[in-house]
Structures are given as structure tokens and as C-alpha cells.
């Protein structure tokens, strides 16, 4: 494994405790002298620049003159949650913190591949299915909070009694297949997204790469915003109310 020069610094300060601890949960990492790889070492520079960011937001917050970053938040804030009470209906408000964290940390994992010396975490197959994994676990949860555990499982069962038997193998299947949906999709638009840039950035190192690292972005701007959305979806129909 070729370590970015962030991955190496993280594995001289950690290695022994990260392999202790890997070695005590029975997972021995493959390479004791560096356990970090490079997806977790680009996901916990994000979240380093989340808590910073996050901080700087906090330590700034006012009413009368809102700074740059307050607004930039403000404004995430309020898509998510607009498109919430789209999508959920009136009762989305509890909802927009996760999603909009979702948002923010995937934008964030996307992005960090444009600058040169990290790539996108997300372009490995286990920090998608990590994050998809938090959306089912989030969305199942709150549909078991709001309708109970019967009432939850009986929309598995489908309108028609009758029909449950055939309806409930088939809507099973297709929520767990989501974990699946929201990974691949994510993971191969941004793994493509890399392999396109840097093929283009190794055959012809300037000019017309800038439109490569341009369709980047905007790739990731799109897949952040369809895994938030498809969560808004997914949690519309986990605490949907009955009219």
C-alpha cells in the first residue's frame, strides 16, 4: 500500500496503539507497522476539518452581523430541510441534523480528491458502505420509534393482507438491497471520477485537465446531495403517517 503523506504520519503516531487494538477485537491488521490505510486516514482528516470548521461556526454565531461560514451552514442547513418537508412532510425537522451531516461529511470525502496529496475516501467501496450502513440503522430505527415494532413491520406486509405472504420476502429484500444502492452508486461515480481525472492528468498535464477536476466537482456536489436525498426517502417512508 502506498501511503499518502497524511496516512504516514498518522501511522508513525498510531501504529502500536491501533494494532494493539485490532489484535485485542481479533482483526490483525495486515501490516502492523501501518494499520491506518488511506480511506481512514482521508475520513478522519474530514472530520478533523468538520470539528474545526464546526468550532470556528460556534465560537462566531450572531444574529446582527453572521459571518461568511455561519451563512454557508445556514444555507446547507435550510436546503436539507427544505427538502425535507418536501419529501417527509411537517414532521422533517428532527431529521435534518443527521442528513445534513450526511451531506456535509460525503461533500467533504468527495471533494478532498481534487487537492493534490489526498484522494476521495469515498472512492473505496468500505467508507460508502460505512456511511449507508449509518443511513439503514438511522432510518429502520426512527420507523420502529414512531410506529412501534408491529406497527413498523406491518408496512412490510404491504395494503393488502392477502398479499403479505408475497410482499413481505420482496419488501425485505429491497430494504436491505438499499445499503447496497447507496454504496455502489457512490463509490463507482467517484471512483470513475478519480480514475478519469488522473488518467487525463498523465496524459496531458495541463489545459484540459482543469475540465476534468471541474465535471469532478460537480460529481460530487450531485452524489452527495442524491445520498442525502435518497435518505430523506427512505426515512419518508420508515415514519409516514397514515391519513
Request: glycine residues 8%; proline residues 7%.
Amino acid at each position: 500500500m502506498e501511503q499518502l503523506w497524511f496516512t504516514a504520519i498518522l501511522n508513525k503516531l498510531l501504529a502500536g496503539p491501533v494494532t494493539a487494538l485490532l489484535t485485542a477485537l481479533h482483526v490483525p491488521p495486515r501490516h502492523p507497522q501501518a494499520p491506518i490505510s488511506n480511506p481512514v486516514a482521508m475520513e478522519i482528516l474530514v472530520v478533523i476539518v468538520l470539528y474545526i470548521l464546526f468550532a470556528l461556526v460556534r465560537s462566531q454565531l450572531s444574529v446582527e452581523t453572521p459571518g461568511t461560514l455561519q451563512h454557508v451552514f445556514e444555507s446547507v442547513h435550510g436546503f436539507i430541510d427544505g427538502q425535507g418537508r418536501e419529501i417527509i412532510g411537517h414532521h422533517s425537522e428532527p431529521y435534518t441534523p443527521f442528513v445534513a451531516t450526511i451531506f456535509i461529511f460525503v461533500l467533504l470525502c468527495n471533494l478532498l480528491g481534487v487537492i493534490p496529496g489526498f484522494e476521495s475516501p469515498t472512492a473505496n467501496p468500505t467508507v460508502p458502505l460505512g456511511i449507508a450502513i449509518c443511513a439503514f440503522f438511522y432510518y429502520n430505527f426512527h420507523g420502529v420509534k414512531k410506529q412501534g415494532a408491529w406497527g413498523y413491520a406491518k408496512h412490510f406486509a404491504g395494503p393488502l393482507p392477502a398479499l403479505a405472504i408475497l410482499m413481505v420476502p420482496i419488501e425485505l429484500i429491497s430494504n436491505f438491497a438499499r445499503v447496497m444502492s447507496l454504496t455502489i452508486r457512490l463509490y463507482a461515480n467517484m471512483f470513475a471520477g478519480d480514475m478519469v481525472t488522473l488518467a487525463f492528468f498523465s496524459l496531458v498535464p495541463l489545459g484540459l485537465p482543469v475540465a476534468f477536476l471541474g465535471l469532478h466537482i460537480g460529481v460530487s456536489l450531485l452524489q452527495a446531495y442524491i445520498f442525502a436525498l435518497l435518505t430523506l426517502v427512505y426515512l419518508q417512508g420508515a415514519v409516514a403517517e397514515e391519513h
